[in-house]
């Protein structure tokens, strides 16, 4: 079956440490894998995505994610967590070649930051 | 920077009214999605839209729901006679090109409660 799976529910790093959040996908066909933020009362926002070439991706506000297909995973890092970085934080994967476009997300990480 | 918008931002009706929930996608996107998010759930896919036709639905998307672009800019759902279990946040998305090659860019969500 067809599943993301974000082991941690909430995570609290103190600002100015570095942050992984864990992202581990089921999918049978060619993925492509976003991660997606939501601050309170806020929609969805892109970070960052990939779909293929270079397994490293850059994303807005200084993420970086890095798929690794052998380990189905694709986490999420960022070297220095500031204060505003708080939000909860959604990974979520596409068939390459859905039309449908149907993207299942994982149930989402909370992130607090500590001053 | 063009944004997906959504009305109204919280909505309250009573169990088996019809509610419709509205969205104003990006102007010159041409793939429309409705997802969900029932409190403390994953995030979970409902409906895509392209070409004025359902190009695919989930099991949630039963007989009661329907979905429409009016008028060239909106783009509805629709929730005829309305369950206690249908109280989630409702999140539209749209895309410009295919999902396959796109990424979606989601609204801030309406606040769905059934009395």
């Known amino acids: 079956a067809q599943s993301v799976t974000q082991p941690d529910i909430h995570i609290t790093v103190s600002e100015g440490a570095s942050l992984e959040l864990r992202c581990n996908y089921s999918?049978?066909?060619?993925?492509?894998l976003f991660w997606y933020v939501q601050s309170p009362g806020q929609g969805l926002q892109l970070l960052l995505k990939?779909?293929?070439?270079?397994?490293l991706v850059q994303g807005i506000k200084g993420f970086e994610a890095e798929f690794k297909r052998s380990q189905s995973s694709f986490n999420l890092r960022k070297p220095s967590v500031h204060w505003s970085d708080a939000a909860e934080y959604f990974c979520?994967?596409?068939?390459?070649?859905?039309?449908?476009?149907?993207?299942?997300f994982g149930q989402g990480t909370e992130l607090s930051v500590k001053p | 920077e063009p944004e997906v918008t959504q009305t109204p931002s919280h909505q309250v009706t009573q169990m088996g009214q019809e509610v419709i929930l509205r969205c104003v996608p990006i102007s010159n996107h041409l793939y429309f999605y409705w997802y969900r998010q029932i409190l403390g759930q994953k995030v979970e896919f409902l409906v895509s839209?392209?070409?004025?036709?359902?190009?695919?639905k989930s099991e949630i998307f039963d007989d009661q729901f329907s979905v429409e672009r009016p008028d060239g800019s909106n783009f509805t759902l629709k929730i005829r006679s309305t369950k206690l279990e249908d109280s989630a946040m409702y999140f539209c998305?749209?895309?410009?090109?295919?999902?396959?090659?796109?990424?979606?860019?989601f609204g801030p969500g309406t606040r769905l409660t059934v009395l």
């Open positions: 839209f392209y070409n004025n036709e359902i190009s695919e």
């Open positions: 999918y049978g066909a060619t993925p492509y």
């Open positions: 998305a749209s895309s410009k090109d295919s999902p396959s090659t796109d990424t979606q860019y």
């Open positions: 990939y779909f293929s070439g270079d397994t």
């Open positions: 979520a994967v596409v068939g390459a070649y859905n039309q449908g476009g149907k993207l299942i």
